[in-house]
C-alpha cells in the first residue's frame, strides 16, 4: 500500500514595480506568468476608498439618488441604498466635527440613531446643498463620475473597520467554528464602542497583538477624517486609501510570495517599511533592482505585455482569442485556428480548444481588470458532460481572481456569461505601434521621388558639405535596386559627382529608412 502523501504544488509569486515620474505599474508574476498589470497615476485623484467631503448638488427622485459634487469632472453618483443604515448618524456626527464639536464627537459615547428603512426615498435624508462625507466605490469610467458610498469603512490587513455599527462578522472563508468563536471572542476584547468589525480571511491564526495593531491604525483614519471635516467647505478630500501598490500588498501578501522587485529606490524604502509594519517576517523578500535594462525586460514582463493584450491573443498550437470591448460589454470569441487531433472526434477536438481556452480567458480577465457583463463565444459542444466539464474549469480558474464574479453555465450554443466586479476602468495598453514607413496613414512616397530624395541628400553632402567619400545605407530591397545592372544608379552617381560613394545593405532598416556615414564610419546628422 502507498502511503506517500500527495503534494500540492505551491505558486511562485512575484511583484515587480516599475516606477517613473508620472506612473506606477504594478506587475503581478505567478510561475513567471504575467496575471496582473496595474497602472496607478502618481499623484491620481478619486482612487476606490477615498473619503471625500462633498456637496448634494441635486436629487433624483425618479432615481431615488443624487448626483453629489467631490470636485471631479463629473458629479459622483449616490443611490439611496448606498447610505448605509445609519446615515442619521453620520450626518449628525459630520455636522458636529465640522463646527470642531470636539467633545460631542468621541465615538465611543456618540449616541447612534436608529436605522433607516431600506425601502425609503433619499429627498427625506438629503437636500440640495448638503454636505456629507461620502467614499469612493468605483472610479469613473468612461462618461460615468465615480460611484460613491455614504457607508464608509475602511479595510486593513486583518481586520475591516465600520463606524456607526457595533456588529462582529467573520469571513465565510474561515470555516472553523473554533477559530470563527476565538477571533470573535478577541476582536470584542479590544472593539471600541460604536465600531463594528469584519474579520477577514487572513486573520485566521493570528495574535490580538496583530489585530489590535491593524485596528488602531484605522482607528487613526476615522480620527483624521474627523480632524479634517473641522471647517473644511466641500467639495474636499477627507482622507486617501493607500496607493495601489500598498493595496496590493496588504491584499495579497502571503507566504506564496518569494520576492517583489521594486526600480525607484524612494519607492524600494516606503515599501519595505509598509512590508515591515504588516508583515515583519517578509520584509527581507524586498529587492532593489540596480540592473542596466529596464526591470520588465529584465523579468520578460515587456514581451508578455505586448502578447498578451490587443484585440487578437494567441495561445497555442493555433488556438486564438477575439477579445472586443464595448460600453456595455465585453465579448471574446475562441477560435481553433489550425488546432486538429485527427484521431479525435470534433467534440472532442472542441473541448480540449475550450478547457484550454478557459484558462487564458481567466488570465486575461484578470490581467485587463475587465468587469461588467462578459460574454464568451466557445466553440459549439453538443454533449451536455461536455459543458459541465467547461463551466467547472472556468470556475476552477476564476477562483484564483479576488474580484467578485458570477458564472453562468454554457447555453447549448457554446455561450457562458460572466459578471465581474467593476470598480475601476480596464486596463488598457496600446501593443500596436506607428508604422515607420507610412507614419501611421496607410499610404508611401512615390518610389521615384523617394530616390530622388535619397539623391539630393547626396548631392548636398558631397558638393556643399565636401564630403569626399560617403556610405549610403539602405533596405536590401533599395540596395537591390540601386546596385542592380551595370549601368546601375549607384554608378550613374558615381560619375556624376565623381566621389567615392558607397552602399551598404542593413537588414534591420524598415523599407525607405536610410542613413549616411563618412570615411571614417560615422553617421552624418543633418
Request: charged share 25%; aromatic share 8%; hydrophobic share 40%.
Amino acid at each position: 500500500m502507498d502511503n506517500t502523501a500527495t503534494t500540492v504544488p505551491t505558486v511562485n509569486r512575484e511583484l515587480v514595480i516599475s516606477s517613473d515620474v508620472s506612473e506606477v505599474n504594478i506587475v503581478l508574476l505567478e510561475d513567471k506568468q504575467l496575471v496582473e498589470l496595474h497602472k496607478e497615476q502618481i499623484n491620481s485623484n478619486f482612487a476606490v476608498g477615498d473619503v471625500y467631503f462633498g456637496r448634494i448638488k441635486k436629487i433624483l427622485p425618479g432615481l431615488n439618488a443624487a448626483f453629489v459634487d467631490i470636485g471631479s469632472e463629473k458629479d459622483a453618483f449616490l443611490h439611496y441604498l448606498d447610505l448605509g443604515p445609519q446615515i442619521n448618524s453620520l450626518l449628525q456626527y459630520s455636522k458636529l466635527a465640522h463646527e470642531g464639536k470636539t467633545a460631542q464627537t468621541v465615538m465611543s459615547k456618540f449616541k447612534l440613531s436608529p436605522d433607516i428603512d431600506k425601502t425609503g426615498k433619499i429627498s427625506d435624508f438629503l437636500q440640495a446643498g448638503d454636505q456629507i462625507p461620502v467614499q469612493i466605490a468605483k472610479e469613473p469610467i468612461n462618461t460615468k463620475g465615480p460611484r460613491i458610498s455614504a457607508e464608509i469603512s475602511f479595510a486593513g490587513r486583518y481586520i475591516v473597520l465600520v463606524p456607526f455599527s457595533n456588529r462582529v462578522s467573520v469571513s465565510q472563508k474561515i470555516r472553523s467554528g473554533e477559530e470563527r468563536g476565538r477571533l470573535k471572542k478577541l476582536i470584542q476584547s479590544i472593539r471600541p464602542n460604536n465600531f463594528g468589525v469584519i474579520i477577514r480571511t487572513v486573520a485566521e491564526g493570528k495574535k490580538v497583538e496583530e489585530l489590535d495593531a491593524d485596528m488602531n491604525y484605522l482607528l487613526g483614519k476615522w480620527e483624521q477624517i474627523t480632524e479634517s471635516l473641522y471647517g473644511s467647505k466641500a467639495p474636499a478630500k477627507l482622507v486617501s486609501e493607500l496607493d495601489r501598490t500598498s493595496v496590493m500588498l496588504r491584499d495579497l501578501l502571503n507566504e506564496s510570495f518569494n520576492t517583489i522587485t521594486v526600480d525607484n529606490q524612494p519607492l524600494f524604502d516606503e515599501v519595505k517599511s509598509y512590508i515591515a509594519t504588516i508583515a515583519p517576517q517578509k520584509a527581507d523578500i524586498v529587492k532593489l533592482y540596480k540592473g542596466k535594462e529596464p526591470i520588465f525586460e529584465h523579468y520578460g514582463v515587456a514581451r508578455q505585455v505586448k502578447g498578451s493584450f490587443g484585440r487578437i491573443v494567441t495561445i497555442r498550437n493555433g488556438v486564438y482569442l477575439i477579445i472586443e470591448h464595448t460600453e456595455a460589454m465585453h465579448v471574446i470569441d475562441v477560435n481553433s485556428g489550425h488546432r486538429l487531433n485527427k484521431e479525435a472526434s470534433q467534440e472532442e477536438n472542441a473541448l480540449a480548444v475550450n478547457l484550454e481556452s478557459a484558462v487564458e480567458i481567466a488570465r486575461q480577465l484578470r490581467l485587463r481588470d475587465m468587469g461588467g457583463i462578459i460574454i464568451v463565444d466557445f466553440i459549439d459542444m453538443h454533449e451536455a458532460k461536455n459543458r459541465k466539464l467547461l463551466f467547472d474549469k472556468l470556475q476552477e480558474e476564476m477562483a484564483k481572481d479576488r474580484a467578485k464574479h458570477t458564472i453562468l453555465p454554457a447555453t447549448k450554443f457554446g455561450l457562458i456569461q460572466i459578471t465581474r466586479q467593476r470598480v475601476r476602468p480596464a486596463t488598457e495598453v496600446t501593443v500596436q505601434e506607428k508604422c515607420p514607413v507610412c507614419d501611421g496613414t496607410g499610404k508611401i512616397k512615390p518610389s521615384l521621388v523617394y530616390i530622388d530624395e535619397i539623391e539630393s541628400s547626396l548631392k548636398y553632402l558631397l558638393l556643399d558639405q565636401n564630403e569626399n567619400e560617403v556610405t549610403l545605407q539602405v533596405h536590401p530591397f533599395i540596395f537591390a535596386y540601386l546596385t542592380k545592372g551595370f549601368f546601375s544608379i549607384a554608378r550613374k552617381w558615381r560619375w556624376k559627382y565623381h566621389k567615392k560613394i558607397h552602399v551598404k545593405e542593413v537588414k534591420s532598416y524598415h523599407m525607405l529608412q536610410y542613413t549616411f556615414l563618412n570615411k571614417n564610419g560615422d553617421e552624418i546628422t543633418f
